[in-house]
Nanobody, 120 residues
Framework: QVQLVESGGGLVQPGGSLRLSCAASGSFYRIADMGWYRQAPEKQRELVAT???????NYTDSVKGRFTISRDNAKNTVYLQMTSLKPEDTAVYYC??????????????WGQGTLVTVSL
């Protein structure tokens, strides 16, 4: 029904920047909240940032002031601008979207993930 495809991951040096994108496609009525999660090696998956349809944002404390989440509703795309990257930001980053199949029914969808490696 809904496909989420992330892009923009890669290798970056500490202090560098990277911009992730996630585009939603397929059949859906509308997309409500979207977000980014990440899972580092041998760590639990954690919330990074969320954004509502209206643009309200929320961030985990460890990325506040460094990461910015945004979205383009016309393109059904969510972005994560990451700056001042640290080695501890290394993780697979997953796109998340709450998509309505119709005006009453919704499902949570996940992308396949994109790897971000912060290293010298």
């Amino acid at each position: 029904q809904v496909q989420l495809v992330e892009s923009g991951g890669g290798l970056v040096q500490p202090g560098g920047s990277l911009r992730l994108s996630c585009a939603a496609s397929g059949s859906f009525y509308r997309i409500a909240d979207m977000g980014w999660y990440r899972q580092a090696p041998e760590k639990q998956r954690e919330l990074v940032a969320t954004i509502t349809s209206g643009g309200d944002t929320n961030y985990t404390d460890s990325v506040k002031g460094r990461f910015t989440i945004s979205r383009d509703n016309a393109k059904n795309t969510v972005y994560l601008q990451m700056t001042s990257l640290k080695p501890e930001d290394t993780a697979v980053y997953y796109c998340n979207a709450m998509a309505f199949a119709n005006r009453f029914v919704y499902f949570e969808h996940w992308g396949q993930g994109t790897l971000v490696t912060v290293s010298l």
